[in-house]
Each structure stands twice: as C-alpha cells, then as structure tokens.
C-alpha cells in the first residue's frame, strides 16, 4: 500500500502535549430540562435502565487483582514475531531499520504494543465517561437521562479498571493516541445531541466492543480475561441504548439529514480503521514514524481479515438504524468498497442484548 505524502504527514503526528494533565474541549450542545417525568414512556430504554441498576459490578470487589502477571511470558505465549512471520502477513522489512531487530526488540514491540492498545481503550472509556454525561444533560427524553445516567457509572468503572491495571501490572502507559483524541474531540464538539450517540454509542463503541472481544480471545492472562469480560457485559447494552435511542430520533429526520450521518460515520470509520497505528511506540522507539507506518501497512486494509472484523458490529447496527440504505444505498456502497459489508445481517447489538438478557433471564 503505497501513501500519499499529504497522508504520510497526517499518520506520522504524535501525541505532542505528553506533560499535560487536562485538555479542554468545546462543548457546543444546550443543556435539555424536561418536565414530562412520566417513567417507561419509552419501554426499551426503560427495560435497560432496569437491567443497569442491577448490574453494577465492583472492580475493587469483583476483580482479583491478587494474580501475579508476568507480561513478558504473556507475549512469549502468543509467539514473538519475527522477519518469515511478518512477511506471511506481507509485511517485508528488507532495507528497513527493523531489519537488525532480534528476539529482544520485537519482544519489547509486543509487550509495548500491548500496554498501548490498553491504554488507548482507558483514555476510550474516559470519552465515552464524558459523552455519556453529555448525553445525560442534551437528551430530550427522561427515560433516555435515567439510562444515560447508569452508564456514566459504568464507563466510570472501566476507566478505574483499566487504570488499575495498567498501574498495577505493567510498567506504565501511553498518552492517548493524537487521532484518538481528534475523533474524540469531534464528537464531543458537535452540537447536535444524536451525534454524541453515532459517534460515542454506535461507531466508538462498537469498534470497542469488537477489540475487547478479540483481546480476550488472545490473552493468556486471567485477570484481564476477567476484567474484559466485565466491561462487555456492559458495553453490549450500552451500544444497545444507541441503536434503540437513535432508531426513534432518524425516523423523523429527512434524507439530507440523515446524509449528514451517513458522511459522520463513515468518516469516523476510516479514521479508526486507518489511523490509529501505534504512532507514539514508534517514537519512543526512536524509529521514524513514516517509515514505521509504512513498513506495517503493507497491506491493503480494505483487504485485511482483522481490520474488517472491526466492524462486525458496527454495520448491522448501521443497516438497523437505516443508514445503509438511506441515500441510494449512500454508505452501503462504501461499505462494499471496505469490504465490510458481510456483516450486514449479523446480529444488531439491540437483538444481541435482549437474547443474551433472556438466556441469562
Ligand atoms: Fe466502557
Ligand atoms: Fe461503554
């Protein structure tokens, strides 16, 4: 895959303001009073906010955070690559600086590789804290503010959790990603309520829903098995809330409306999928971050198994919402060209939650 130079430029930023310790973001939105209190005026998002009562787990309590990890044996377990592993995945460091690295450095790449996509999902779980308070205060609708206010309890615990064990397991964490942060930033300066919902509940989350699923897949440590599978227990219903809130609000909009999220998710999806690419490892490594990003990118993205199941639940929650095909099949077609669109029938995230709530009754 070959860059642009004006693309080239736009991956290789970093994380620059590493010694700061608040930023500040716009926030655009009008704060929402409603005095229509009557409660299940809404049954689904009433049903959920039932459920979420119930389901505040404790991270101090529920976690045990007495097991010993070793994250060095961690990365051994799922195998150190190496120059015939990589170019099985078509990445060829010939000519490159990499191409002195032994055991040790890409052992070091994965055990920081690791620290670094945790630390981007802690700073994640903190712009969905902050969203979801935003939602709490622009929603129109009580049953929507009762709910929303569950998850900010939520993302709260997972931001503590995720905290915790980067402090307490490994040796440090990253700032958060620069186009991370730009995303973020996106969404919480939009001044339209839905849109902290798209971006937050549907696109963010459900790309996190995706990772967490695959992270828990692959480690072999059991704490953070156990604390993944926390935090997903409660993310299934958090994307859930976007796709039943969303659902009734895209019903009254117009088809130029609804092009506007249809552009706002499929630029969020490109960023995510794109850009996100260990920037600030590269740097710490003292390796250029062009030459970086373009050795790992060897591949086609559109072409690439793991980047498409990113978005296993990302475009069944599209297509439920109606934003597959509002448009003549506007974001559909761009869908297709990521080679995404196979998911389109799995199961939404709202059906997936209301099965798993009645199995587990
Ligand atoms: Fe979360
Ligand atoms: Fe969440």
Not at 70 to 86: A, H, K, T, W, Y
Request: proline fraction near 2%; hydrophobic fraction near 40%; charge should be negative.
């Amino acid at each position: 895959m070959t860059f642009t130079a004006e693309q080239e430029e736009l991956l290789a930023v970093t994380n620059t303001d590493v010694d700061a310790t608040i930023r500040t973001v716009e926030n655009n939105a009008d704060t929402i009073f409603t005095w229509d209190y009557e409660k299940g005026a809404r049954a689904g998002l009433n049903k959920l906010y039932e459920k979420a009562k119930g389901a505040q787990w404790d991270g101090e309590r529920d976690l045990d955070w007495s097991i010993e990890v070793d994250q060095e044996e961690m990365v051994r377990l799922n195998g150190i690559p190496n120059r015939e592993s990589l170019l099985e995945l078509g990445v060829d460091i010939t000519g490159t600086s990499f191409e002195s690295w032994g055991e040790k450095e890409w052992l070091e790449l994965e055990l920081q590789s690791s620290i670094w996509a945790l630390s981007q999902f802690m700073h994640g779980e903190q712009g969905a804290l902050v969203c979801t308070a935003k939602i709490v205060e622009t929603v129109p609708w009580i049953d929507a503010k009762y709910y929303a206010a569950t998850q900010v309890m939520d993302e709260a615990r997972h931001v503590e959790v995720f905290s915790k064990y980067l402090d307490t397991k490994t040796d440090g964490w990253y700032p958060v990603n620069s186009h991370l942060q730009a995303l973020l930033d996106d969404i919480i300066t939009d001044n339209r309520w839905d849109m902290t919902y798209l971006g937050m509940q549907v696109m963010v989350e459900g790309l996190a829903l995706a990772a967490f699923g695959n992270m828990m897949n692959q480690t072999h440590d059991p704490l953070l098995r156990q604390l993944l599978r926390y935090v997903m227990s409660d993310e299934a219903r958090h994307v859930a809330f976007g796709v039943l809130s969303l659902q009734e609000y895209y019903g009254e909009l117009t088809e130029a409306e609804l092009l506007e999220r249809q552009e706002f998710a499929y630029d969020a999806a490109l960023r995510m999928r794109d850009r996100f690419q260990r920037q600030e490892i590269w740097e710490r490594f003292g390796i250029d971050v062009k030459e970086a990003i373009r050795t790992f990118s060897a591949q086609d993205p559109n072409e690439d198994p793991f980047q498409q199941l990113l978005f296993a639940k990302i475009v069944p929650n599209c297509k439920k919402l109606g934003l597959l095909d509002a448009n003549d099949g506007w974001l559909r077609k761009r869908f297709e060209t990521m080679h995404v669109i196979q998911f389109e029938d799995h199961i939404d995230t709202e059906a997936e939650y209301e099965l798993l709530d009645a199995i587990s009754g």
